[in-house]
Every structure is written in C-alpha cells, then in structure tokens.
C-alpha cells in the first residue's frame, strides 16, 4: 500500500480542504485548496459509485446510486451500502496506521 498526506505545492501546508462540485450530467468533481494560500492544490473526478459519505447515512449513498444511473434492487443497493461503509472504515484504519507510522519515521 502506498499512501502520501497531500500538502499544498506552493507552501506545503497540509491544512486543505475539499470542495465537492456536482454539476447535471457530469461526474462529481473534487477541488482541493490549501487552507493557507488559497491556492489549487489538485483536482480529482469522482468515478460512479465512487463517492461515500461516512456518516451521512443510507440516504445519502442512494443519492449517489440515483446520481451514477446505475439501477439497482433494494436489496442490492442495501447489500451495498453495508458492504462499502464496513469496507470503508475497515480501509481507513488500515490508511490511518501507514500514515502514522510513516509521519513517525520522518
């Protein structure tokens, strides 16, 4: 597993935030900018599916299912959810130790 803290390229303070574009019939879109300068860090289309929302509940991963035209049964969109948000967390805790052994030996 490779995993890198994004940081800005121009002062390369990790303090970013996500802003998350959706516009009709585009795939959703996420600029990153950096807290500090304000400047575009990076840019990353969100493939269908892609996005998941900790926290915000089945309601808004059906939201995500309608947005990709993917039509599904409710079981399977069910059997989905609950599949992506245990795979999900199980993924960042795994990202999270990288990353904190990572920042530890530098």
């Known amino acids: 597993m490779e995993i890198h803290r994004q940081k800005c ?13 959706r516009n ?10 950096c807290h ?16 998941y929302h900790h926290g915000k509940g089945y309601e808004s991963f059906l939201r995500g299912v309608h947005r990709s ?7 399977n969109i069910n059997r989905l959810y609950e599949e992506r948000k245990t795979e999900e967390m199980a993924q960042f805790q ?12 530098e």
């Not at 390369?12 to 998350?20: A, G, T």
């Open 9 to 21: 390229q121009f002062c390369n303070s990790k303090r970013l935030k996500n802003v998350l574009v």
């Open 24 to 33: 009709p019939g585009d795939p959703d879109k996420v600029y990153v900018q």
């Open 36 to 51: 500090n300068c304000k400047e575009l860090v990076a840019s990353y289309v969100i493939a269908p599916l892609g996005y």
């Open 69 to 75: 035209g993917d039509f599904l049964s409710g079981r």
């Open 94 to 105: 795994k990202v999270l130790e990288h990353l904190n052994k990572k920042e530890e030996d």
